[in-house]
């Protein structure tokens, strides 16, 4: 398996300053590549050890670096897995915007589940790839019991998001009772689809499924 840089980065801007400083988009990319060698070195050690077992002087001595130079890209070795995607540590936060955003583009007549499950089908395939560097990451976290509950743990810091989703179909408040009750039944929800779709192989064609069966569970389950 191959990745770019830009499938880490994401594209580039073609746009050129005038007091751009020659050799700086230079060192960029060569620190971008550097990142990218670090993350996918440290993904294999990870798959084939353990996570547990994987030391940073393992991981450098892996690239053909220092530990210093690893702790200029990297804080932790944990960092590789929750932010170690791209430079801009706000990207998590990029993706819960697109799925909101979308959330609340879809057409008033549908339900709240029918819309949800709709951005679902469309953007969880695109946002965990199933060649990309995030599944991997998943995959991995999923593996170990304390990766696992940090990462939950901050995947529901993503539910007042979906408050506001929810509060903007329903024309009230996100801290009302209701948007706040629908998003920690989701939320818990989505998590369990992820949770479920990496277990049974994070094959693409799984995802809409997963979604139906979990969201029909809710909605049924309601009586």
């Given amino acids: 398996m191959s990745t770019s840089v830009t499938d880490v980065t994401g594209a580039v801007s073609g746009r050129i300053t005038l007091c751009a400083v020659p050799g700086v988009r230079l060192r960029e990319r060569q620190r971008s590549e550097t990142r990218l060698s670090i993350l996918e070195a440290a993904l294999r050690l990870f798959e084939a050890k353990g996570y547990e077992h994987t030391t940073v002087e393992d991981i450098a001595n892996a690239v053909g670096i220092s530990s210093r130079t690893f702790f200029r890209y990297f804080e932790s070795k944990t960092a590789l897995l929750f932010d170690g995607q791209n430079d801009d540590k706000h990207d998590k936060h990029d993706h819960s915007d697109l799925v909101i955003d979308a959330l609340i583009a879809r057409?008033?007549?549908?339900?709240?589940?029918?819309?949800?499950?709709?951005?679902?089908?469309?953007?969880l395939g695109t946002m965990f790839d199933e060649h990309g560097l995030k599944l991997r990451q998943l995959g991995i976290i999923l593996a170990d019991p304390a990766l696992r509950l940090l990462a939950q743990d901050g995947f529901h810091e993503h539910r007042p998001d979906l408050e506001r989703g929810f509060a903007a179909r329903l024309g009230v408040q996100p801290d009302d009772l209701v948007p706040r009750v629908l998003a920690a039944a989701f939320t818990e929800a989505i998590w369990i689809i992820l949770e479920r779709w990496v277990a049974s192989g994070a094959e693409g064609s799984q995802l809409p499924g997963l979604i139906d069966e979990a969201f029909a569970a809710i909605t049924n389950g309601l009586g």
């Fill in 107 to 123: 057409p008033a007549t549908e339900t709240i589940t029918e819309a949800l499950a709709a951005v679902l089908r469309e953007q």
